[in-house]
Every structure is written in structure tokens, then in C-alpha cells.
């Protein structure tokens, strides 16, 4: 057995990040937060999204588009 394959102990850490729709273009707001709810009580009117950002990479979590 390797040490690579043993489990982690180590906590994955997941952030909820808000993008805002700029002509063409997605800009991503400056705070991320810690929850899909509160993030989603942030978000603006104007069509947006909610990328939830984690160690093994980032995907969509809501889309108001």
C-alpha cells in the first residue's frame, strides 16, 4: 500500500464565488462566500451565476440566466 492511497484527513474546503453577466463576459464579484445561501441572498438582479469552488476544480451551482 502506498501513502498516496491511504485517506485524507485534510477537510475539503468549498467557496461559493458570484459572476455577474458584463456585455459578453462573466465578471466574478470580489467576496466569496462559505454557503449556497448566502451567497444566493447576495446576488444581483442582472443575470448572474454562482460558481462553487472547490479543491478539485469549480462548476456551476446556480445560474438565474
Not at 18 to 31: G, H
Not at 45 to 63: L, V, Y
Amino acid at each position: 500500500m502506498l501513502i498516496k492511497d491511504l485517506p485524507s484527513t485534510r477537510k475539503e474546503v468549498v467557496l461559493f464565488k458570484i459572476q455577474v453577466q458584463d456585455l459578453l463576459c462573466w465578471k466574478e464579484l470580489p467576496k466569496a462566500y462559505s454557503t449556497l445561501a448566502s451567497a444566493m441572498a447576495n446576488v444581483p438582479e442582472k443575470p448572474s451565476r454562482i460558481m462553487k469552488r472547490s479543491d478539485k476544480g469549480w462548476e456551476i451551482a446556480w445560474s438565474n440566466k
